[in-house]
Nanobody, 116 residues
Framework: QVQLVESGGGLVQAGGSLRLSCAAS????????MGWYRQAPGKQRELVAT???????TYADSVKGRFTLSTDNVKRTVYLQMNSLQPEDTAVYYC??????????WGQGTQVTVSS
């Protein structure tokens, strides 16, 4: 099992930036994948960006070129740098980790609100 604690959400104007952090209770190397999803009001939860165990990174088309996923393995933390934020990026952002045999794990979510 793994516990995930998110931080860094908030209110920002369109065109601004935020950095989300997700601290894990175990080594990032023990995860098969780790990244971020988001859920806007009235919409389904969707993938934002994720690392896979094979070392590749996947981004949603809507965030490519604006968002960057990175890790600090010593701090066991995954970061999502979000630049050029737009109102449509407003959502609750959830950290996700998947471990084979244990399945998906979720953080509590952090609200990101982008005003126009």
């Amino acid at each position: 099992q793994v516990q995930l604690v998110e931080s860094g959400g908030g209110l920002v104007q369109a065109g601004g930036s935020l950095r989300l952090s997700c601290a894990a209770s175990r080594s990032l190397f023990s995860m098969n994948s780790m990244g971020w999803y988001r859920q806007a009001p009235g919409k389904q939860r969707e993938l934002v960006a994720t690392f896979t165990g094979g070392g590749s990174t996947t981004y949603a088309d809507s965030v490519k070129g604006r968002f960057t996923l990175s890790t600090d393995n010593v701090k066991r933390t995954v970061y999502l740098q979000m630049n050029s934020l737009q109102p449509e990026d407003t959502a609750v952002y959830y950290c996700n980790a998947y471990i084979v045999g244990w399945g998906p794990h979720w953080g509590q979510g952090t609200q990101v609100t982008v005003s126009s």
